[in-house]
C-alpha cells in the first residue's frame, strides 16, 4: 500500500464545472497536509495548506480535511483550461517526519476543456 | 516570497563526469531537499538536510552525495554520472514544523 494515493486520472471536467481530486493516507498521525500545482514541465507550484478537520478555502480552491478517515480532497470551483495541471497531494507524517519531510502521491492530472 | 533558486534549468553532461547541481534560498529555512521526478515514478526524495553540515539519506541516495556548508546553499554531487540518472531534479526548502515545502524551478539533466 503506497503511503499517499491519488487517482492518476486524467480527470477531464468541462469549463466552468468543479473539479474533485482526492487523496488518502496511511499515516494515521499525520500531521499537516499540502496541495501542489505542477504545470507540464514546471516545478510543483504550492496552492493550499490544511492542518486541521474541515475546509479551508482560497480563492477558488477548498481543501478539505477528513483525519479519522485519513483523506483530503481539493475542490477547484468554475474550472478554467488554466487550471489544466497534474496536482499532488503532500503529507507531512507524525513523530516519524523527521527535517520535515513530505511525502508525495503520485498526482491527478486534470484536463479543463473548453 | 521564497525564493528557490537552482543554477542550472538545463545541463547536459557525459557519462563518467562528476556532477554538480547548486541550490540557494534566499528565507532562512532550516531544511533543505533534493527530489528527482521522472514520468510515472513521481517525486522521489534523494536526501535532505536539516541543518548545516547535517544531511540524511531519503528513497533513492544511491549514486549521489550532498554538501551543505552554508545554511541557505545545498549541492546535490552525482559522484560518476550514468545515464540512468537522466532526469528533472528539483530542490525544495522548507522551515521546520510542518511548514511546506517551496521548490525551485527545477535542473533538467541528461547524461549522454
Known amino acids: 500500500q503506497k503511503e499517499v494515493e491519488q487517482n492518476s486520472g486524467p480527470l477531464s471536467v468541462p469549463e466552468g464545472a468543479i473539479a474533485s481530486l482526492n487523496c488518502t493516507y496511511s499515516d494515521r498521525v499525520s500531521q499537516s497536509f499540502f496541495w501542489y500545482r505542477q504545470y507540464s514541465g514546471k516545478s510543483p507550484e504550492l496552492i493550499m495548506s490544511i492542518y486541521s478537520n474541515g475546509d479551508k478555502e482560497d480563492g477558488r480552491f477548498t481543501a478539505q480535511l477528513n483525519k479519522a478517515s485519513q483523506y483530503v480532497s481539493l475542490l477547484i470551483r468554475d474550472s478554467q483550461p488554466s487550471d489544466s495541471a497534474t496536482y499532488l497531494c503532500a503529507v507531512r507524517g507524525g513523530i516519524k517526519a523527521a527535517g520535515n519531510k513530505l511525502t508525495f502521491g503520485g498526482g491527478t492530472r486534470v484536463l479543463v476543456k473548453p | 516570497d521564497v525564493k528557490v533558486t537552482q543554477s542550472s534549468r538545463y545541463l547536459v553532461k557525459r557519462t563518467g563526469e562528476k556532477v554538480f547541481l547548486e541550490c540557494v534560498q534566499d528565507?532562512?529555512?532550516?531544511?533543505m531537499f533534493w527530489y528527482r521526478q521522472d514520468p510515472g515514478l513521481g517525486l522521489r526524495l534523494i536526501y535532505f538536510s536539516y541543518d548545516v553540515k547535517m544531511k540524511e539519506k531519503g528513497d533513492i541516495p544511491e549514486g549521489y552525495s550532498v554538501s551543505r556548508e552554508k545554511k541557505e546553499r545545498f549541492s546535490l554531487i552525482l559522484e560518476s554520472a550514468s545515464t540512468n540518472q537522466t532526469s528533472m531534479y528539483l530542490c525544495?526548502?522548507?522551515?521546520?514544523?510542518?511548514?511546506?515545502?517551496?521548490f525551485g524551478d527545477g535542473t533538467r539533466l541528461s547524461i549522454l
Open positions: 525544495a526548502s522548507s522551515l521546520m514544523g510542518g511548514q511546506p515545502q517551496h
Open positions: 528565507m532562512d529555512h532550516e531544511n
